[in-house]
DNA sequence: CTGAAAGCGCTAACAC
DNA sequence: GTGTTAGCGCTTTCAG
């Protein structure tokens, strides 16, 4: 690693100018096949690895897309690592944490699906996630070192973003395309819960159900909740007869809501989450009470993330694509770089209702 | 996105010097307040983002660690994206196709982890999945915009590594440390399923095994079947009574073995397996088959993927501290970063025999 | 504390 | 085909 060899070098081994090296590491075609040869065996022999800085401050593009998210759960940043193998290995008897392991699926699928489609169209791809304070430097940063970058809705304050955005393009991820100027990439919120929750009206007959909201600030939460409504409309049920809970997204909060509804005196028959931490939560409790799904209680999610697979009964949900959500996003992005011109995009990828074991087909 | 402003911009709005506006955004005590206040201004005025490139190319760093590993399966990269939601919301039932999820959750962990390490040291994370031919290139051309590069093991010929080692420090993952001369991050393979069979061997008491190990070109798979062969060793049991068949760490090369072992007259009373992919595709067929677990065959697997704590039954197997791997691997990599000089490290990570239901503790 | 000036390594006209 | 020559936008001495 002593000082990295430039093209000056690799030129005056092979005995020719630095611009034709340049071109026979891009244009490969417009140089003779001797030169070439020349050009290339000093690279190998003097290890030279092109420096993308300097390639990118010279063609003004980095070729870089970046994504970013919000920070994994802050537990243990601060955990150094120091653990080291001594060939002693514990034996443990299980050690089920559910917790942990469902979070961040969302962000892993979205993320696969970025880095194909990056790589597919030439692109690299760094991700970065924000915690915090440090969040508004962090944007920043990133914003310099690529030529385009997909947010995560609500993550960022949209003064940042316009900011950023005055520099390259910016798409916002699973937020509803509000009229901000950004584009928009996101799953078809509202009509999926409209379908989900109509099954569970229309087919299943029932009148007597409760929603589990999550955070008043997400547009998601927002609009499956109207697509919610939408359905009790279709299905000629007032409103006022259906009690809204507001839930936090997580699992936790499904749990406590689910506790309040069992010590209720008029138990509903089905409750419909708006997404799938929440349905599982509420599993956790109705199981703990003995209560039977679905012959006691229909139970309905939104996200159709792996843990609802897995669980018992086997969860009903509204499938998000996630990991095509990850790819339209790099791909809108990839799309206004080569047409600086468009207006605002708004993608909306389709879902799909999962009938599942919480609420079986009729 | 007109022309994005430049120092130049910044500095004459500010009136000022460049090299203020850089001190103003590196070293910000070193600039007088009223000063500063006017710098800061242009900048929030103009929308003004550094250009990492520049900032790189002069720095001579760039401040990105590159992820390197095999891409996801070939599966549908050709695929466009271009399903649009309208409106009409599929109702199917269920559609459990179990093969795909459990693919790239190790990378999802490592990853997890090393974004959550060089974030946390003020780098950014660059990653790259490298397919089949295009490899080479991409590798080049990420070692050219990164200050150091974690690469999974076996992904990449030793040639090329050396050659990208010679600019900046490389670490490989997951893979034996050989005297390679470069830094490597790895588990306890070789204790842990000595640990791991040898459970099997002393506290079960079974004599009657077989060993399903990975392809042979990994050396995790090596490993293994050392440790493996240790614990026959430590049990007294000989070798040459032991088949090891050969798998190639997917769930169908398990089912394919299993199969085989099925239809075999002689079936043995514990199966040990070198990864949980093939170990769950065991299951799989044992299940079929009517063979009950543990009752009748043990089965245990290596890792720890979040598939295995669902499975029925759920899956006894070495867990691998896999987003510990990441954060070792950035950490390795900042450690050389500030200290070039130092020799060759190795790191091993503990792991621990998790005992579930398809080996229960005794 | 601030400014002037010399690069960092590469690409992209433009000549030859 | 190949060489010359400007920059690209920023950091960093070195003066002042």
Known sequence: MAKAPTVYDVAERAQVSIATVSRVLRT???????TREKVLDAVRYLGYVPSANARGLAARRTNVIGLFFPGHDDLDYAAAVDARGDGGVPVVVDDDDRASETENLYFDEVL??????????????MVA?????????????IAGRVDGLAVLSSTVSDELLAHVARRIPVVVLAGSERDDGFD?????NGPGMRTMAGYVLQQHGVRDLVYVAGPGDSPD???????????LRDAGVDEATVPIERGDFT???????AERLVRGDSRPRAIVCAN?????GVLDVLEQHGIRVPED???????GITAGRHSRPRLTTVHQPMVELGRAAVHAITARLDDPGLGPQSLTLPVRVVLRDSCPPV
């Open 251 to 257: 699992r936790e909060g499904g749990q406590r809501i």
């Open 112 to 125: 696969r699906g970025a880095e194909i489609e990056a790589w597919r169209r030439g692109f690299a791809l």
């Open 184 to 188: 928009h990439v996101s799953a078809s």
């Open 276 to 280: 799938d931490q929440t349905a599982l």
């Open 221 to 231: 939460d927002a609009e499956r909740l109207e697509g919610f409504r939408d359905a």
């Open 297 to 303: 209680v229909l139970v309905t999610g939104f996200d």
């Open 129 to 141: 996630a924000g915690r915090g304070a440090s969040r508004e430097a962090l944007i920043n940063d």
């Open 28 to 34: 490969p075609d417009a140089v003779r096949e001797l």
